[in-house]
């Protein structure tokens, strides 16, 4: 069974570097995309963006200009940055599987596996 | 980018009532719809993918229709376990996009 758990300082400063690992047991990271998805409370669910483990990256738009995320396949383990935090970066932030099924030569996907969530609180 | 609506936003119903929750796009996204249930506390959980394919392990009270821009979710008969917040996801090439949610609540 995967299971994924999201590790990182639950207390960032405004304008600093919000850094989250989640480390991925029970199976390998290899040849999924891995999310990282983000919730703040009593509001809906934003992706934030997706790896591949080759370290290719796609982006939420609205997100991509302070987001970076990284894969360490050697330690099972994929990584988010966002630079620039504000109190509106204050979520609940998932790690999740982008669960895979390929039907007549198309593919779909969807987040089969997540972690927990970490609470992260932007404050001075 | 693609919108997602859902509606309604919220709803209380009685334990054995049907109950359904509609998605809408904001442009053609075949049937790359999922669903998922969310409850208090806890990471969402997969229940739909495909608009209408039931992951496994969960109850066949579930059930998703459609595609294109329109979906449909149900609960063919409400469970007190079942309550929780409802969300469609789409996935395209350029990324993913939630619904804002139905909160369902027994009446």
């Known amino acids: 069974q995967v299971q994924l758990q999201e590790s990182g300082p639950g207390l960032v400063k405004p304008s600093e570097t919000l850094s989250l690992t989640c480390t991925v047991s029970?199976?390998?990271?290899?040849?999924?995309?891995w999310s990282w998805i983000r919730q703040p409370a009593g509001k809906g669910l934003e992706w934030i963006g997706r790896?591949?483990?080759?370290?290719?990256?796609n982006y939420n738009p609205s997100l991509k200009s302070r987001v970076t995320m990284s894969v360490d396949t050697s330690k099972n383990q994929f990584s988010l940055k966002l630079s620039s935090v504000t109190a509106a970066d204050t979520a609940v932030y998932y790690c999740?599987?982008?669960?895979?099924?390929?039907?007549?030569?198309?593919?779909?996907?969807?987040?089969?596996?997540w972690g927990q969530g970490t609470l992260v609180t932007v404050s001075s | 980018d693609i919108q997602m609506t859902q509606s309604p936003s919220s709803l209380s119903a009685s334990v054995g009532d049907r109950v359904t929750i509609t998605c809408q796009a904001s442009q053609d996204i075949s049937n790359y719809l999922n669903w998922y249930q969310q409850k208090p506390g806890k990471a969402p959980k997969l229940l739909i993918y495909d608009a209408s394919n039931l992951e496994t392990g969960v109850p066949s009270r579930f059930s998703g229709s459609g595609s294109g821009t329109d979906f449909t979710f149900t609960i063919s008969s409400l469970q007190p376990e079942d309550i929780a917040t409802y969300y469609c996801q789409q996935y395209d090439n350029l990324g993913v996009t939630f619904g804002p949610g139905t909160k369902v609540d027994i009446k």
């Open positions: 029970g199976g390998s990271i290899s040849s999924y995309y």
């Open positions: 790896i591949y483990t080759s370290g290719s990256t």
């Open positions: 999740a599987r982008d669960g895979e099924v390929v039907n007549y030569g198309r593919t779909s996907y969807y987040f089969d596996y």
